[in-house]
Structures are given as structure tokens and as C-alpha cells.
């Protein structure tokens, strides 16, 4: 029978609906007794697949065994989760019929298995059970991996450990499509009501077969099974606090799951394993396998206030409530979306902890979740308690949804023991005694209450005596009650969070008291008065004796029933207290606290200089009642005039004060600026005071501006007084003047002066000026020249009037010139030129340098050869073309010496006939042929007689190159530079 069943198993597992698609399930086993069991298999389908028949493919085997039993199931119930919004059709409609909608559902299959039963008798010994479905294919559109694989899956059951045990199970829906890009948070709910045993929560590997792991696509893994946000992180970070959250975050309590998905086209599976515990050993293995979509939707994903797991202390016998407040803001869409729509949430929980009560409210379309809870000794397990809450949006067509878990863990109280004695007089003695644990210490709270148990309102009718106040916090204390009554007396232990509160209440009876008045309590007198504190008492028993004392320390020597006060000498705010003493030895108290108003105070001290013609003086008592010496009245006058000032005060009370100062009005400072024009490089005076401070920041009195426009300077003067002015200023340009200055050599000649003065006559401010030289020769600057070659007199001057110089020697003299120069608008600029008077240098010498064929000079000269430059400034020169040359030398100050001796270079090379050479025509005009049957010729170059260099083309035509030039009438030279030196072709060109 056995062999039977493991064919028809297998039969099954191959055969069955190859076009179902599963996307995900689980298997939870609940147990009758100890040998019969119910096996709840539970999975997802697509509704875009076929229908899903009642499966007949769950087994069960002993761990580690290949023998395995079939399970016969029946259809428990076909549930229509597709996330649609409540206004929206049925996802899958009919339902489980194949190719309808893009919803999903829950198919939920239970089956009986009886070890007693033949069909499973093998497996009465067995203390691990496996139970596990085998279908031919996941959902296809699982897109990160195992998508249109077979679907495996398997729950793990101890028997020997816990025979009588019921495995862990959702109890919240599923919801399986995420909004990409938003932070999901997300628990399946699942716990252990029934036998409360501890769960823990990872992530396992998913299967196609018993002993087969699924493949993922590259760059995931069944851990990673999406891809989710890391920013600069990478895996196996996780921050589930971070916003967005950072990576994969699972929580091994409580199985909340939180991540971001980043691709919004993913379909992936998850496989949340969940271990149960009992005596710190596993009793049951469950593996939920869930498939989740992320999707782009213009919506928003409600999130909870706390996104992640919350814990809770409750105490025994207390009751623990709190709100669960959500947030689902609308989402406003950009225009080519649909127009955004109100999406109210609700709220749910898995009902996790027995006894507690969850309600629903709604506040401005808002849900809010109460939580309530009063827990037992039985609930003192040393273990969190944890429930799921979900939240879901009302979003068309489609919803989304987040769900967090709740921990709380239940506290036991501290025993104590609380001891009130009397000690007559309305005295009694306080101690609490508490079962103390090592390591933990108490705190303590008594409270005195009424007969209606509200607290005392101050110390006047109770006070304690270690905390001289109304709330002790002392573990031991003595408490006085001044009036006769019902009371009760509140003590408290605090320990919380390692234990809870223990609050216990005594009731006592308390006659009437004896007890002390005083005439008035707290009160103010006027500064400088005083008056009479007079004390009495209730109740008293024989004579009476007092004692008064002022403050904590200060002791009076009175002991009468009264005490006269002196505001001024007694201080201005003291605590006074009288006590009482009867014949039978009751002691009563009162105190009373007196404060003195304080003299008047203004703003301003005993003296005042005021800048300004008059000023604003203000009292700062706000009174209205204040009278001046100079019969004003009001907290307000005006002052222009220096004197002496007295105010006299009477507040609400009628106290009078009297305080003076003197006022001195001191003039402003007058700034001497106003609109004006003013020369560039010209400085306004701001005047003599302390201080200057400019718009442009300058802080100097005279300041020179660089551009037109309004201007502002604050000054200060002497006495503190401060003054601002405004004014506009119009900015003329002066010439500008540059003098270049001059050094002269003597023999120079004729010297033109004009040429180092430069007038620069634009205005950018006022446009065009005229310049007129009123210090030189007019405005005729061509006569400014001097002829050196003849004067006789060795001290240089130059014709200009009113010039400034000086001779130093008859060597080298030095003038100075000053230039004067004013535009027509008055402005003027002077500047100074130096001019200095250089003696010529010595001629050079040049030779012939036979072993390099060069002309060469003892110093650095100017080259001339027949006459003409050669535009070369050394101390030799390449004597490579036939001529005479010669040289000259200049100084550093320009000055040119006579010319050198003359060499002519007379030993040459062959002559360019020899060569093979010719030109022709010459004449010419324009254009010369030049034969080179050689190949002898590198480049050419024409010139005019004065040797300046004329623009020519020319190309090369084998042998033959063609010269084609512009110039005039005249003699030209065409050089011809060879492998054996430079030649010279005389032209003549014609027009």
C-alpha cells in the first residue's frame, strides 16, 4: 500500500495543472492530540493563470527519510485578496477561474493525517515530520529568478519535543504589490496565539525540490531577492531607521521586514523562515513564501508615526493604552497624470494578544488605532508580547499598504510595606520597607490627599518635614497636618522600568489642630514705610509662646504675638515665620513672605547729554500717574532745555518715589558738506570732529572720491553727538598728464619736446574737453624744441616759462620741467619730466676674423654694410657677401657713437657666372626668370636701394624659378642665397 502511494505521489507532482501559476503559500500544522494532526497548506494564484483544482500533492515523511505518505486535503475556503480599491470590481471574478484579472488569490487546504492509520503507522516513531507540497510552476512573471520553476515548500515538525504543539501562522493578509521608490514596511503577522512559544524570523533559500535550491538572475540572490536602496553601502548593511531605509532589513524578533525598492518592473520571492521555541530548543520549522510586486502608481504608501518595531513596559493589573496614528498623505500627480484622489486608510491587527482591545477612529479622513490592554500574572512571562498593525489606503485602482510590529513586555510590582504612626499634634511618622532586589534601588513618593482623594494644595494645611514642602520623596519622614479631617496618605515605589510602580494608600483621622494666623500674608509694602505683623492661634491648649525669625538663618529676638516691619532696613523681600508653642507641647507655624517696591527707575542715569534740540524721556514703571517739576505730567515729556529734571511717581499701591537727573542738550555737529563739484583727485573735509564714517567705508576726515553720485557721512563729535549728511556730488576729470621724461644724448641735435607730453582729453563723466597748457609756450607744442648741436652754453635749458630746473654738471646735466596744465573746468594737474644729458659713447673698433670668414666688434654694435643696415644688433657679423662694413654702438640711454673703421670684404667664392647662374630680363618690370641648372639656389629675397625688403612670389619650374614682384621705378637687388653664400642680382625695374 505504501509503494502505491509513492507512485501516485509522484504521478501528482508531475502531472498536475502545468499552467498554475503559484506565488507562494505556507504549511501550518495544528495538533488534536499527540498522534492526530491538521495540516493547513495554503497558497497563492495568480488570477492571470488557470484555475487551481483541489490539490491533491501534500506529503509527509520522518526527516531524513524518503518514505512519504500522501495527505488527501478538501477545499477550506477561496479568498479574493487582489489589492483594489473598495469602489473598484473583484480582482479575480469568477473566482479560481483561469485567466481573469490581475488580481490574486489565497486557496486554503486543510487535511487530516491519523499516525494511528495505516496509510502513516510508519511514522508513529518518528520525532521530525516534514510536510511538503511539490507543484509544477511558480508565478512567470517572477522576474529576479526563479520565475516558472517548480514550487517547493516544506514545514519541519518535533514531535518528541512538543507532541501537543501548534505551529505559528499569518494572521494578517497578505498584501503583495509595493509602490517602488517608497519605503516599505512590512510584517506578516505571524505568531503563536495558541501556545505562545518564541519565534524567530529569517531568510531562507527557496526551492524547486527537496534537495534543490532555485537560481536566481545575475546580481541576485534569495537574500537579495529585489534590488533595494544602499546608497554609498553595499550588502549586508542595513539601517531600517535611515530615511529612505538602507538595505535589507529583517528583524529576527519580529519578522518586520523594511527595505526601498529601487526598480519598479520587479516581481521577486521571499522565503521568511520562522523558528519556534520551546526550553531553548526549535519545536517547528515554517517557511512563508511570498512573491511581491513592485509597481509605479501615482500614490503614496501610508506609513505608521513609529515605522518600526515599538516596545511597550505594562505593568500588572495596570492598564496600558496608547493611539497608533498613520500618515497617508494625497499625492499630487503632474499634469499628464490622473487628478490625485482622497485615499482614507484603514487599520487592522492580527488579534495577537489575547484579551486586548483594538478600536478604530477617524479624525479628518484619518484613522487612528487604540490600543488597550490591562495584563495578569499570567502574562508575566519574561517575554515580549507582539502584535501586528496594518494599514492600508483606499488608493483606485489600486491599494497599498505597511504594517509594524508592537512589543510589550509585563512587569511585575515591588512588594513593600508601609508603617503610619501617630505622634500626636497632628504629627505622624512615616517609613516604607521594600523587599529590595541586589542591584535595583527605589524611589518613594508620599502625597497627602483629601477625603476625596485629591491632593493637597499646598504646604499651608501638610508639609513633610525632610522636604519642608507638601510632596516627600524621602523613604522616611515625619508629616505635620495643621487642619482636622479625613485623609489619606499616598505612597508610591518607583522602579519602573525594571519593575513596575507599587501604589498604596492610609487612610487617617486627624482632630482639630492647634494652629497659627498672621494678620496679612503675602504682601508688598511702599519703599521707605513699614507696618505691623501680627500672629494668632486656633485650638490652643493653656498659654501660648512665640518665636519669630526672618529667612532660613536670620534670628530675631521677639518674642511677642507682633512684629513691626521696616521695608527699607529689613530688606526688600523676606520670608517671616512665626512659631507657636501651647502648653501641651504642640508646635504650629506660619510664614509669610513681604517684598518693598523699589525706587522709580528711568532709562537714562543721574546725568544726560542729549544730542539733539530736544528729546523723548520715558519712565519705565508703565504708570500714568507721574508728575514733573516742570508741571508736566504723563511717563512721557519732551526736553529742550538743559536743567534738572525730577519725576514723582504713585503707583497702583500709592507708594511715592522721587528720582532726578540732569539733562544737557548739546547742539548736532554740522557737517560743512553739501552739493558740489569737485576736480578728480581733489578731497572733501567732512570738518573737525572725533570720528568719520563714510558710505563707501572710509573713516578719515577728508576723503577723496573716486565717481560721482549721492555720498553719506556720519560723524561724532566731541560730546558722543552724532550727525549724518547726504549730498550729491558731480565729479570733473582732470587732464590726465603723462610726462615721459627724456634722456639726451649731446650731439642728438634737434630735440622735440612735444613728443613726451600726452594729453589723454576724454571725459567719460562730462564728454569731450578742451586742455589749454596756461605754464608752457600756449598750447602750441611743436616750439617746445631745443638745438643742442648749437649751443655754446654747457648748461642745457629749454624755452619754457616758468619751468623749474637745475644743471649738475657740464658732463651729464639734469633738467627739470614742470608742467602745469587746467581744462576748462578749472581743474589742473601739474606733473614734473627729468630730463638728463648723456655724453656720446666711444666708437667701436671692428676686424676681420680670418678663421670663421666673420667681421668682428670689441663690443656690441649696429652692422652696416655698403651703407645700408643689415638690422643686426652683436658683436659680429657673417661676412658672407661682398661690401664695406661698418659699425656703430648704442648706449643704454640711446645714445649712438661715431661709426667704426671701415673693412671691405674682398676675398670671396666663385662668382654666381661661375656657378652657372643667370637672370633675366634686365631691365625688368615685374617679373625675372632665374635659371639654376645647379640646384644650387635655397631661397630669394628682394630689396630696394635703401635695402628694405619688398614683397615678391615666386615658384620653382624645374630648373627655372619665376619671380613676380610690385614696386617702382627704380634700382632693386634680388638676393640669391646658395649652398656657397649670399649674391646680390642688380635690377633695373621699369614701370
Known sequence: MKKILLILSFLFTLGLNSEAQITGGDITITAQDSFTYQVDLVVYRACRSDSIPVPNMLFVKEEGSNDSAHIPLSRKSIEDISQICTSAATGCDPANSPFTGSGMEKHIYTGIIDLNDTSYDHLLNSCVLRFFVHIDERHLEINTGPGGTNYYNFSLFNRCRAPLNNSPKSLIQHRYINACNQPVYRSLGIADTSDRDSLSFSIGDVFTSENTSASFNSGYTYFIPFQVYYGTYTYPFSNPLASPPIGIYLNGETG????????????????????????????????????????????????????????????????????????????????????????????????????????????????????????????????????????TDNYCPRTYSSSTVYSILVREPLNKTVEVDSLGCGLFALESVWDSISGLNAGHSWTLLDSQMNPLPNAELSRFSVSDSNISTSSIDTLKVRKGGTYYIKHELVNFPFFCNNTSYTKINVPNQFTVDLSFRDTTLCYNSSALLVGSTNNAQGSVSYQWYRGDTSYLQDTFAFLPIDAQTQGMDSTYTLYATDQAGCVDFLDTRVQSYDSIVVYFQDSLDVCNDSIQVTITESSNNVQWNNSKTGSTIWIAQSGVYTATITDANQCKRSTSFRADIRPLPIIPLKDTTLCNGDSLDAGPFESFEWSTGATTRYYEPFAQGQYRVDVVDVFGCENSKVFNLWLKIKPAVVILGLDICQDQGIIDLDSQVVLQPTNPLRGDQLWT???????????????????????????????????????????????????????????????????????????????????????????????SALNRYSDYVNANVFGVYKAYKLDRFNCRSEFSNELERTIGVETIESLGIRYYPNPSSGQVFVEDPGNRIVELHLFDAQGKELLMEYERNGKQFIVNYDAPAQIVWLRVSTENGMYYLKLLNLP
Open 256 to 391: 518586520e521586514l523594511v527595505y526601498t525598492p529601487t526598480r519598479c518592473d520587479e516581481v521577486a520571492v521571499i522565503d521568511i523562515v520562522v523558528d519556534e521555541w520551546r526550553d531553548d530548543s526549535i519545536i517547528s520549522t515554517t517557511r512563508f513564501e511570498r512573491v511581491f510586486t513592485n509597481d509605479t502608481l501615482y500614490n503614496y504608501t501610508p506609513y505608521f508615526e513609529d515605522a518600526i518595531t515599538l516596545t511597550y513596559d505594562a505593568c500588572v493589573g495596570t492598564e496600558l493604552c496608547f493611539d497608533i496614528e498613520i500618515f497617508d498623505p494625497i499625492y499630487v500627480p503632474p499634469p499628464s497624470a490622473p487628478p490625485a484622489t482622497s485615499d482614507t486608510g484603514t487599520l487592522s491587527w492580527n488579534h495577537e494578544i489575547e484579551g486586548a482591545e483594538f478600536s478604530v477612529r477617524y479624525e479628518d479622513g484619518i484613522a487612528i488605532g487604540r490600543f488597550c490592554w490591562t495584563p495578569d500574572s499570567a502574562d508575566m512571562t519574561g517575554k515580549p508580547h507582539f502584535f501586528t498593525v496594518e494599514a
Open 773 to 867: 597748457c596756461l605754464k608752457c609756450n600756449g598750447s602750441d607744442f611743436s616750439k617746445m624744441i631745443e638745438d643742442y648741436s648749437t649751443n655754446s652754453d654747457p648748461d642745457y635749458f629749454l624755452n619754457v616759462q616758468d619751468s623749474v630746473y637745475s644743471v649738475v654738471n657740464n658732463k651729464t646735466d639734469s633738467l627739470y620741467i614742470r608742467y602745469t596744465f587746467t581744462d576748462t573746468n578749472g581743474c589742473a594737474v601739474s606733473k614734473d619730466a627729468l630730463f638728463r644729458v648723456h655724453k656720446k659713447p666711444d666708437a667701436p673698433v671692428i676686424y676681420k676674423d680670418n678663421s670663421t670668414g666673420t667681421m668682428r666688434s670689441n663690443d656690441t654694435v649696429f652692422w652696416f654694410r655698403n651703407d
